[in-house]
């Protein structure tokens, strides 16, 4: 055995420590490793054994806070909607109804939630300065119809990773059952239909925005729910009080009639089957665009009438 003297040692007394330290650590964690196990044997949870069932009666009344205490980290985070179901839901109402508007409110909620924005075909939501990007950014990814479904094909895989859904704006410009004989609407139609039946595998969710009260009957069949909301707007008391000190409204949230779909009355499809109430809690409607689709006819010449002035007024020179 190598001896060393009092300076190796002493130079090595910290390593030694460090080990002895260890030796000690991995001593208490075997002891109580060995303890866990013999009393898990000894209750016997799984088995439910008699000693098990005698401690379980032994804890009474005060195995109620510990009862009490998991349901509540079991409890949802969120109050859940009838827009959290899976499938296609159409709403519909007239213009200043609230739909477009509601929709934001559904798509912000879920991306605050669940942290995934959803895709979009109107640029209803307005860019944002994001400071660590330095940069104006959307949360939510413009696709149009045509990118996804065209000439009888998916042409491209939505991201359910991703994304939580797809809203479709202006459906009825989308799917004009007056066309639906057409090939046009056919080359639209049969895809999305086939992608629809499936939506539980695929993105799951999928919104569609319309005026008219139905659509056409094969729709119908793909469609899960049915809603018309009036939208509630209200004095901004809190922006007066704490903010800006304007007079002004905002949007408070939507009176919504909620539908089912029964095929077999073609007359009247529409079932009612809620009327309830969605408080508008996660939109910043700064960041919402009322006119969404203004730019539709852009591409079309704008009338500008030759004007000449005389002493009776503004006239039409032509």
């Given amino acids: 055995m190598i001896k060393h003297d009092w300076r190796y040692n002493l130079a090595h007394f910290p390593d030694a420590l460090f080990l002895a330290f260890g030796k000690l650590l991995k001593l208490i964690l075997f002891s109580f490793n060995n303890i866990l196990r013999k009393w898990q044997s000894f ?6 054994s008699d000693v098990w069932r005698l401690a379980r009666y032994l804890t009474f009344p005060l195995h109620w806070i510990w009862i009490l205490a998991y349901k509540e980290s079991k409890k949802k985070k969120y109050d859940s909607n009838l827009f959290d179901i899976p499938g296609l839901q159409i709403i519909s109402g007239n213009t200043g109804a609230g739909k477009t508007s509601l929709v934001y409110e559904i798509i912000e909620r879920y991306r605050i939630l669940f942290g995934k924005p959803w895709y979009i075909n109107s640029d209803f939501e307005k860019p944002r300065y994001n400071e660590p990007l330095q940069a104006y950014i959307r949360y939510h990814r413009y696709m149009e119809f045509g990118n996804v479904w065209n000439d009888f094909e998916t042409k ?30 056919l080359s639209k139609f049969v895809p999305f239909r086939d992608y629809t039946v499936l939506i539980r595998k695929n993105i799951e969710r999928i919104i569609g925005i319309t005026q008219l009260d139905r659509l056409d009957i094969h729709l119908m069949y793909l469609v899960k729910m049915w809603h018309k909301p009036r939208i509630d707007i209200g004095f901004d008391y809190e922006d007066w009080m704490l903010k800006s000190g304007l007079f002004r409204f905002k949007i408070k949230g939507w009176y919504i009639d909620s539908y089912t779909i029964n095929t077999s009355d073609q007359s009247n499809m529409l079932v009612p089957f809620k009327s309830w109430y969605l408080k508008a809690e996660y939109a910043d409607f700064e960041y ?9 006819y852009n591409h079309v010449p704008l009338d500008m009438p030759n004007m000449k002035y005389n002493q009776g007024g503004l006239r039409n020179a032509n």
């Fill in 288 to 296: 919402y665009d009322t006119y969404a689709y203004s730019d539709a």
């Fill in 156 to 185: 491209i895989q939505l991201n359910k990773n991703l994304y939580g859904g797809y809203v479709l704006d202006e459906f009825t410009r989308i799917f004009d059952h007056r066309q639906n004989q057409t090939t046009e609407y």
């Fill in 43 to 48: 209750l016997d949870v799984w088995n439910n």
